[in-house]
């Protein structure tokens, strides 16, 4: 793995998704850089979870290529995948354990990881998540909190978000804001998908919009709201979905 | 492929289930007692031909063969085979297809796979802890049997227990049975989304088991020493075979499509 000139951080070219007959992604090719946070959005049944597992090495794609800091995904997918922070939209967690050991199990695999325990320590204290609990007993909401910790607590370079906001309170969402401005700053990627437009406004700087798996628009979101003046991104949205 | 990955996937799943492992030896104790029981209790007349026969196969050293009852000898060719198969063949298999069917419900398995971790070092912790808990259900049983053995030196059963022939059996064949058996649930595990399917199908490959041991029960069956020498030589060639085959199936792609 190459250790300099990380300028372009994803590649993405051609890809291709295919469940059995069904072509959940099309020909989608897009770049991503260093300190770029991009949106993806999207109708039910675009491609974006699919998007997003490929990207994580969960799937293989059907044809085309991805490349995560110059690593093929399917070839150097463990190395990918140490690089890599993941969010799910639900799951994930282990319900029997403490916030604090399920957190603990997932760091202890990153090899370049330092300082996790006061990391975690640290989060926990953020997020206002009491560590002994169970996390069988958090609410929706907290569990969130701690699927989003264990995406960031290692330090990945990459860390991609599926519905980080949707069971989120107003001050949980800004908290969570503020962290990714400041490792934007840091130059890591981050890509978000959200239903809810009105929480990617104004975090992020490029946007993807999937439809029936194929990229119908690829641009900066400022450019996005010239083209569109006097439109909220939903609006922008529904006019491209036309 | 890293030793210490394996180690700390099979290190979560012991304290995910730490209860029942714990609890299962105890239960797998109680099973046997509750089974033993009836056959103790259950007056027939001796047949000095069966137990000089039973004590050959098995080993056993008899001195006054007309003093013992026929029940304990047939206890003894149930419930030889029945401590070493039953414990290695039934808890790595229901231990397996748990730990990946709820991993599977729950989306942890998802959270495991994104980790930096290869797909083999997954499933060698998974198989891990789940032979581990077969081999202690097994040899945690035989433990027993020896202190009740040294507690009641008259009681039959325990007596073949205590031979070297039978440990180094004990020692060989539970290892491959409780390999077998986690291979088996993996492939199962694989295969089903649903939990109650998963142990209907584990039940149903079971079943020929409880067959032979209610054939073994009315003396229909008598397991020579040999037949376990050359079950133990064909469970291993299987066990290859088994092998190959979960490790193809645990894909991640496959995994995660089946759900």
New interface residues.
């Given amino acids: 793995m190459k250790t300099v000139n990380h300028e372009t951080f994803i590649t993405v070219n051609n890809l291709e998704k295919k ?1 059995g007959t069904f072509s959940a992604l099309k020909n989608v090719s897009f770049e991503i850089k260093q300190n770029e946070i991009v949106g993806v959005i999207g109708p039910n049944g675009a491609g974006k979870s699919t998007l997003f ?1 490929i990207l ?5 794609p059907s044809g085309g290529e991805v490349k995560l800091m110059n690593c093929n995904s399917v070839e150097n997918s ?2 990918i ?2 690089l ?1 922070g ?1 969010m ?1 939209e ?8 403490s916030g604090e ?1 399920n957190l603990r ?2 760091t ?4 370049k990881c330092i300082n996790h325990n006061q990391k975690i320590d640290y989060y926990l204290d953020m997020f206002d998540l009491i560590r002994n609990k169970k996390v069988g007993k958090y609410s929706k909401g907290m569990k969130q909190k701690l699927l989003f910790i ?1 995406s960031i607590v290692h330090d990945p370079l990459i860390i991609l978000l599926d519905e980080p906001f949707s069971s989120m309170d107003p001050e949980t969402r800004h908290k969570i804001k503020r962290i990714l401005h400041d490792k934007h700053k840091e130059g890591k990627v981050i890509i978000i998908s959200s239903h809810s437009l009105t929480d990617i406004e104004g975090l992020c700087d490029r946007l993807l919009v999937l439809k029936e798996g194929k990229i119908i628009c690829d641009d900066r979101a400022e450019t996005l709201y010239q083209k569109f003046s006097d439109y909220s991104l939903e609006e922008i949205f529904l006019k491209l979905m036309e | 492929m890293s030793y210490n ?1 394996i180690i ?1 996937v099979a290190a ?1 799943d012991l ?2 289930y730490k209860w029942r492992i714990i609890f299962s030896i105890p239960a797998i104790i109680l099973i046997t007692i509750f089974l033993t029981l009836p056959e103790i209790f259950n007056p027939e007349e001796p047949d000095p031909g069966l137990i000089e026969k039973l004590s050959t196969i098995y080993d056993l050293k008899i001195n006054n063969v007309s003093s013992i009852d026929v029940s304990e000898i047939r206890l003894l060719n149930v419930n030889i085979p029945f401590l070493i198969i039953f414990p290695s063949f039934l808890a790595p298999l229901f231990f397996t297809i748990d730990s990946i069917i709820e991993e599977k419900n ?3 398995l ?2 495991l ?6 797909d083999r070092e997954i499933l060698y912790g998974k198989m891990a802890i789940g032979i581990f808990s077969g081999i202690m259900s097994s040899w945690g049983l035989h433990i027993f049997c020896f202190i009740l053995a040294l507690i009641f030196p008259g009681y039959l059963l325990f007596v073949s227990l205590a031979s070297i022939k039978w440990i180094l059996i004990s020692l060989s064949i539970v290892p491959a049975l409780a390999f077998f058996s986690n291979t088996i649930g993996i492939i199962i595990a694989i295969t089903f989304k649903k939990i109650q399917t998963a142990h209907i199908c584990a039940f149903l490959i079971l079943s020929p088991f409880f067959v032979f041991f209610f054939l073994m029960n009315l003396e229909l069956i008598i397991i020579p020493l040999e037949f376990l020498v050359l079950s133990f030589l064909v469970v291993n060639t299987i066990n290859i075979l088994l092998f190959k085959i979960s490790t193809k199936l645990f894909r ?2 496959w995994l ?2 089946r759900y």
């Fill in positions: 469940y597992r994580c090495t969960l799937l293989e463990v190395k995948r140490e890599i993941y799910p639900e799951g994930g967690l282990y319900v029997k354990h050991t199990f997932y202890m695999f990153y090899k264990k | 990955n700390k979560n304290i995910r729950n989306r942890t998802e959270s796979l994104v980790l930096p971790l290869t991640r792609e995660l499509l």
